[in-house]
């Protein structure tokens, strides 16, 4: 599985920006699919996950509301929809694929995510 993210930039403190994710094999549709970031200094972090159908996301607390993940299992493709930025949100954005077959859980530990993507940068200015 190769994941590839992209869609990061520059952007001022409330503004937007859309990360998308593509991956590679036909096995897409049944994996759980997450978002991580990782700031200057500090641990990777779990931002939000989506189910193997989207059916159910779950996201970390700091982007509830401001932040959706989707997905488009015909194009393969994972997103992250940012709204109303912060510059605490600056970071390098990965997706991760828990690549078990449909599982129910929606893990928020970097563990449970046995492929990466190689991360996008996003920088909120103020």
């Known amino acids: 599985v190769q994941l590839q993210a992209f869609g990061g930039g520059l952007v001022q403190a409330g503004g937007s920006l859309r990360l998308s994710c593509a991956a590679s094999g036909r096995a897409f549709s049944s994996y759980v699919m997450g978002w991580f970031r990782q700031a200057p200094g500090k641990e990777r972090e779990f931002v939000a996950g989506i189910s193997w159908n989207g059916g159910r996301t779950y996201y970390t607390d700091s982007v509830k509301g401001r932040f959706s993940i989707s997905r488009d299992n015909a194009k393969n493709t994972v997103a992250l929809q940012m709204n109303g930025l912060k510059p605490e949100d600056t970071a390098v954005y990965y997706c991760?694929?828990?690549?078990?077959?449909?599982?129910?859980?929606?893990?928020?530990?970097?563990?449970?995510?046995?492929?990466w993507g190689q991360g996008t940068l996003v920088t909120v200015s103020s």
């Open positions: 991760a694929a828990d690549t078990r077959f449909r599982a129910i859980v929606i893990f928020t530990m970097q563990s449970e995510y046995n492929y």
